[in-house]
Protein backbone atom coordinates (compact mmCIF):
# COMPACT_ATOMS: atom_id res chain seq x y z
CA UNK A 1 0.00 0.00 0.00
CA UNK A 2 1.65 2.98 -1.37
CA UNK A 3 1.25 6.21 1.50
CA UNK A 4 0.74 9.28 -0.29
CA UNK A 5 2.78 12.54 1.11
CA UNK A 6 0.78 15.50 1.33
CA UNK A 7 1.45 17.21 -1.95
CA UNK A 8 0.31 14.13 -3.35
CA UNK A 9 -3.15 14.00 -1.44
CA UNK A 10 -3.34 18.09 -2.86
CA UNK A 11 -2.80 16.67 -6.11
CA UNK A 12 -5.82 14.07 -5.80
CA UNK A 13 -7.92 16.68 -4.47
CA UNK A 14 -7.52 18.89 -7.21
CA UNK A 15 -8.84 15.68 -9.41
CA UNK A 16 -11.35 14.85 -7.18
CA UNK A 17 -12.46 18.47 -7.49
CA UNK A 18 -13.33 17.89 -11.14
CA UNK A 19 -14.86 14.65 -10.20
CA UNK A 20 -17.71 16.35 -8.32
CA UNK A 21 -18.22 19.33 -10.32
CA UNK A 22 -18.96 16.78 -13.44
CA UNK A 23 -20.71 14.23 -11.46
CA UNK A 24 -22.54 17.29 -10.12
CA UNK A 25 -23.40 18.46 -13.65
CA UNK A 26 -24.59 15.24 -15.03
CA UNK A 27 -26.75 14.51 -11.96
CA UNK A 28 -28.35 17.88 -12.91
CA UNK A 29 -29.31 16.44 -16.79
CA UNK A 30 -30.83 13.72 -15.62
CA UNK A 31 -34.28 13.66 -16.56
CA UNK A 32 -36.95 11.22 -17.94
CA UNK A 33 -36.25 11.01 -21.60
CA UNK A 34 -32.98 11.83 -22.02
CA UNK A 35 -30.47 8.79 -23.55
CA UNK A 36 -27.57 7.70 -21.38
CA UNK A 37 -25.36 8.49 -24.35
CA UNK A 38 -26.38 12.34 -23.37
CA UNK A 39 -25.04 11.77 -20.08
CA UNK A 40 -21.72 10.21 -21.36
CA UNK A 41 -20.67 13.20 -23.78
CA UNK A 42 -21.61 15.63 -21.01
CA UNK A 43 -19.51 14.16 -18.59
CA UNK A 44 -16.41 14.40 -21.30
CA UNK A 45 -16.95 17.43 -22.42
CA UNK A 46 -16.84 18.88 -19.74
CA UNK A 47 -13.78 17.42 -18.12
CA UNK A 48 -12.29 18.46 -21.10
CA UNK A 49 -12.73 21.88 -20.83
CA UNK A 50 -11.70 21.64 -17.04
CA UNK A 51 -8.21 20.40 -18.27
CA UNK A 52 -8.53 16.92 -17.10
CA UNK A 53 -8.84 13.33 -18.90
CA UNK A 54 -12.05 11.19 -18.23
CA UNK A 55 -9.81 8.29 -16.37
CA UNK A 56 -12.65 5.21 -17.41
CA UNK A 57 -12.49 5.56 -21.17
CA UNK A 58 -10.34 3.26 -22.87
CA UNK A 59 -9.08 1.45 -19.41
CA UNK A 60 -9.56 -1.93 -20.00
CA UNK A 61 -11.10 -1.51 -22.98
CA UNK A 62 -13.96 0.23 -21.41
CA UNK A 63 -15.40 2.50 -24.33
CA UNK A 64 -17.15 5.37 -22.43
CA UNK A 65 -15.79 8.16 -20.24
CA UNK A 66 -18.79 7.01 -18.01
CA UNK A 67 -20.51 4.09 -16.13
CA UNK A 68 -24.16 4.62 -16.11
CA UNK A 69 -26.06 1.54 -14.45
CA UNK A 70 -29.88 1.86 -14.28
CA UNK A 71 -32.40 0.03 -11.88
CA UNK A 72 -31.23 -3.29 -11.83
CA UNK A 73 -27.61 -2.75 -12.71
CA UNK A 74 -25.23 -2.57 -10.46
CA UNK A 75 -22.13 -1.27 -12.09
CA UNK A 76 -20.05 -0.93 -14.85
CA UNK A 77 -22.88 0.17 -17.28
CA UNK A 78 -22.45 1.21 -21.00
CA UNK A 79 -24.11 4.74 -21.79
CA UNK A 80 -25.75 4.62 -25.08
CA UNK A 81 -29.70 4.25 -26.69
CA UNK A 82 -31.53 3.47 -23.49
CA UNK A 83 -33.98 6.43 -22.90
CA UNK A 84 -34.06 6.96 -18.73
CA UNK A 85 -37.63 6.64 -17.28
CA UNK A 86 -39.94 8.25 -14.68
CA UNK A 87 -39.09 5.84 -11.52
CA UNK A 88 -36.03 4.76 -12.42
CA UNK A 89 -32.75 5.26 -10.09
CA UNK A 90 -29.43 5.95 -12.15
CA UNK A 91 -25.63 5.26 -10.70
CA UNK A 92 -23.27 7.48 -12.08
CA UNK A 93 -19.72 6.26 -11.67
CA UNK A 94 -17.02 8.51 -13.15
CA UNK A 95 -13.15 9.32 -12.64
CA UNK A 96 -10.94 11.92 -13.99
CA UNK A 97 -6.87 11.98 -14.30
CA UNK A 98 -5.51 15.27 -13.74
CA UNK A 99 -1.54 16.21 -14.11
CA UNK A 100 -0.76 12.20 -13.36
CA UNK A 101 -3.32 11.83 -10.24
CA UNK A 102 -6.64 10.17 -10.09
CA UNK A 103 -9.93 10.94 -8.56
CA UNK A 104 -13.12 8.61 -8.69
CA UNK A 105 -16.53 8.72 -6.83
CA UNK A 106 -20.19 7.81 -7.62
CA UNK A 107 -23.36 8.87 -6.82
CA UNK A 108 -27.05 7.29 -7.16
CA UNK A 109 -29.73 9.50 -8.50
CA UNK A 110 -33.78 9.20 -8.94
CA UNK A 111 -34.91 10.00 -12.37
CA UNK A 112 -38.33 11.96 -11.97
CA UNK A 113 -39.64 10.58 -8.79
CA UNK A 114 -38.91 6.95 -7.55
CA UNK A 115 -41.24 4.55 -6.16
CA UNK A 116 -40.60 5.15 -1.81
CA UNK A 117 -38.78 1.79 -1.69
CA UNK A 118 -36.30 2.85 -4.34
CA UNK A 119 -35.77 6.07 -2.27
CA UNK A 120 -34.90 4.11 1.08
CA UNK A 121 -32.31 1.88 -0.93
CA UNK A 122 -30.42 5.60 -1.69
CA UNK A 123 -30.45 6.69 1.05
CA UNK A 124 -29.44 3.68 3.04
CA UNK A 125 -26.39 3.37 0.78
CA UNK A 126 -25.48 6.89 0.54
CA UNK A 127 -26.15 6.74 4.42
CA UNK A 128 -23.32 3.63 4.45
CA UNK A 129 -20.75 5.81 2.24
CA UNK A 130 -20.92 8.41 4.74
CA UNK A 131 -20.72 5.72 8.05
CA UNK A 132 -17.59 4.11 5.96
CA UNK A 133 -16.10 7.57 5.28
CA UNK A 134 -15.96 7.89 9.20
CA UNK A 135 -14.67 4.56 9.74
CA UNK A 136 -11.28 5.62 7.79
CA UNK A 137 -9.24 6.68 10.62
CA UNK A 138 -5.56 5.96 11.16
CA UNK A 139 -5.08 3.20 13.44
CA UNK A 140 -8.18 1.50 11.98
CA UNK A 141 -8.70 -1.54 9.97
CA UNK A 142 -10.04 -1.89 6.50
CA UNK A 143 -12.62 -4.34 8.09
CA UNK A 144 -13.92 -1.22 10.05
CA UNK A 145 -15.07 0.44 7.13
CA UNK A 146 -17.06 -2.60 5.36
CA UNK A 147 -18.21 -3.28 8.85
CA UNK A 148 -19.83 0.01 8.72
CA UNK A 149 -21.68 -0.60 5.45
CA UNK A 150 -22.85 -3.81 6.68
CA UNK A 151 -23.92 -2.65 10.05
CA UNK A 152 -25.34 0.43 8.13
CA UNK A 153 -27.76 -1.63 5.17
CA UNK A 154 -27.90 -5.16 6.36
CA UNK A 155 -30.52 -4.32 9.64
CA UNK A 156 -32.56 -2.44 7.26
CA UNK A 157 -32.76 -5.88 4.96
CA UNK A 158 -30.44 -4.73 2.35
CA UNK A 159 -27.75 -7.06 1.04
CA UNK A 160 -24.22 -5.92 0.49
CA UNK A 161 -22.15 -7.01 -3.58
CA UNK A 162 -19.31 -9.36 -2.29
CA UNK A 163 -18.19 -9.56 -5.80
CA UNK A 164 -16.65 -5.32 -6.60
CA UNK A 165 -14.72 -3.55 -3.96
CA UNK A 166 -13.52 -0.15 -3.28
CA UNK A 167 -9.55 0.51 -3.89
CA UNK A 168 -6.53 2.22 -3.53
CA UNK A 169 -6.17 5.17 -6.03
CA UNK A 170 -3.44 7.99 -6.38
CA UNK A 171 -1.01 7.75 -9.79
CA UNK A 172 -3.23 4.96 -10.85
CA UNK A 173 -7.01 4.55 -10.99
CA UNK A 174 -6.76 1.33 -9.12
CA UNK A 175 -4.09 0.44 -5.94
CA UNK A 176 -4.01 -2.13 -3.94
CA UNK A 177 -5.87 -2.16 -0.99
CA UNK A 178 -8.66 -3.68 -1.92
CA UNK A 179 -11.72 -2.43 0.09
CA UNK A 180 -14.74 -4.72 0.51
CA UNK A 181 -17.69 -3.37 1.83
CA UNK A 182 -18.34 -6.13 4.48
CA UNK A 183 -15.93 -7.20 7.41
CA UNK A 184 -15.34 -7.38 10.94
CA UNK A 185 -14.15 -4.71 12.72
CA UNK A 186 -10.59 -4.63 13.55
CA UNK A 187 -9.73 -7.25 10.80
CA UNK A 188 -7.78 -6.39 8.00
CA UNK A 189 -4.69 -3.89 7.40
CA UNK A 190 -4.11 -1.22 9.60
CA UNK A 191 -5.14 2.00 8.07
CA UNK A 192 -2.65 4.48 7.96
CA UNK A 193 -1.81 8.27 7.44
CA UNK A 194 -1.65 8.80 3.59
CA UNK A 195 -3.40 5.91 2.63
CA UNK A 196 -6.17 6.82 -0.09
CA UNK A 197 -8.84 4.73 -0.57
CA UNK A 198 -11.92 5.04 -3.00
CA UNK A 199 -14.94 3.54 -0.52
CA UNK A 200 -17.66 2.34 -2.79
CA UNK A 201 -20.90 0.60 -1.01
CA UNK A 202 -23.14 -1.43 -3.76
CA UNK A 203 -25.78 -2.40 -2.00
CA UNK A 204 -28.94 -4.79 -3.35
CA UNK A 205 -32.86 -4.92 -2.06
CA UNK A 206 -32.33 -8.74 -3.05
CA UNK A 207 -30.08 -11.28 -2.84
CA UNK A 208 -26.05 -9.83 -2.77
CA UNK A 209 -25.18 -12.35 -5.89
CA UNK A 210 -24.67 -10.31 -9.66
CA UNK A 211 -23.86 -11.78 -12.89
CA UNK A 212 -22.01 -9.92 -16.01
CA UNK A 213 -23.73 -9.27 -19.21
CA UNK A 214 -22.97 -10.43 -22.65
CA UNK A 215 -21.06 -6.61 -23.27
CA UNK A 216 -18.97 -8.23 -20.56
CA UNK A 217 -18.84 -5.13 -18.20
CA UNK A 218 -22.21 -4.62 -17.20
CA UNK A 219 -23.03 -5.93 -13.63
CA UNK A 220 -26.43 -6.82 -12.66
CA UNK A 221 -28.32 -8.46 -9.55
CA UNK A 222 -29.06 -11.96 -10.06
CA UNK A 223 -32.55 -11.42 -9.12
CA UNK A 224 -33.32 -8.55 -11.04
CA UNK A 225 -33.69 -6.47 -7.90
CA UNK A 226 -32.46 -3.20 -7.50
CA UNK A 227 -28.75 -1.99 -6.58
CA UNK A 228 -27.44 1.60 -5.48
CA UNK A 229 -23.81 2.41 -5.56
CA UNK A 230 -22.33 5.55 -3.53
CA UNK A 231 -18.32 6.57 -4.38
CA UNK A 232 -15.83 8.97 -2.58
CA UNK A 233 -12.40 8.97 -2.96
CA UNK A 234 -11.01 9.71 0.88
CA UNK A 235 -7.17 10.08 2.63
CA UNK A 236 -6.65 9.11 5.84
CA UNK A 237 -4.71 11.49 7.64
CA UNK A 238 -3.54 12.30 11.21
CA UNK A 239 -6.54 14.47 11.85
CA UNK A 240 -9.40 12.47 10.35
CA UNK A 241 -10.65 11.11 7.11
CA UNK A 242 -10.54 13.99 4.08
CA UNK A 243 -13.29 13.44 1.30
CA UNK A 244 -11.41 14.68 -2.24
CA UNK A 245 -14.01 14.54 -4.08
CA UNK A 246 -15.90 16.96 -2.52
CA UNK A 247 -17.28 20.41 -4.06
CA UNK A 248 -14.98 23.72 -2.85
CA UNK A 249 -12.93 23.51 -0.15
Request: hydrophobic share 45%; aromatic share 4%; with cysteine.
Amino acid sequence: MELKSADDIARIRDAGRVVAAVLAEVARAVEPGIPTAELDRIAEASTRRKGALPAFKGYLGYPASLCISVNEQVVHGIPGSRVLRDGDIVGLDFGVELRGFFGDAAVTVEVGRASPGARRLVEATKAALGRAVEAAVAGGHLGDIGAAVQSTVEPLGFSVVREFVGHGIGRRLHEPPQVPNFGRHGSGARLRPGLVLAIEPMVNVGVPDVRTLSDGWTAVTSDGSLSAHFEHTVAVTEEGPRVLTLLGD
